[in-house]
């Protein structure tokens, strides 16, 4: 069993910026890492992943705005959030998914962006 903690959540005016964490209780080396995002009323969106070493992918709500990272020998990954929007609020959700097929989510950092 995997443990996700997110941080770096909070309320923040539209045009900045915030910096995400997801520390994991075990190694992320060789898994997928992706940071969700659920608005109120929302299905569960796909904003950014990274897959081992260092493949990004991203929504294109958020391409070129928001970089996904990782740090292996720390297992933790990185969302840096650059000129937010109101519609950037929601809940931001890390998932690992590893190597084998195991899906794991962590609790959830709330974000919200004021106009």
């Known amino acids: 069993q995997v443990q996700l903690v997110e941080s770096g959540g909070g309320f923040v005016q539209a045009g900045g910026s915030l910096k995400l964490s997801c520390q994991a209780s075990?190694?992320?080396?060789?898994?997928?890492m992706g940071w969700y995002r659920q608005a109120p009323g929302n299905q569960r969106e796909l904003l950014a992943r990274?897959?081992?070493?260092?493949?990004?992918s991203y929504a294109d709500s958020v391409q070129g705005r928001f970089t996904i990272s990782r740090d292996d020998a720390e297992n933790t990954v990185y969302l840096q959030m650059n000129s937010l929007r109101p519609e950037d609020t929601g809940v931001y959700y890390c998932?690992?998914?590893?190597?084998?097929?195991?899906?794991?989510w962590g609790q959830g950092t709330q974000v919200t962006v004021s106009s």
């Open positions: 998932n690992l998914l590893s190597a084998w097929g195991e899906n794991y």
């Open positions: 075990a190694k992320i080396f060789g898994s997928n």
């Open positions: 990274i897959r081992p070493p260092a493949k990004t």
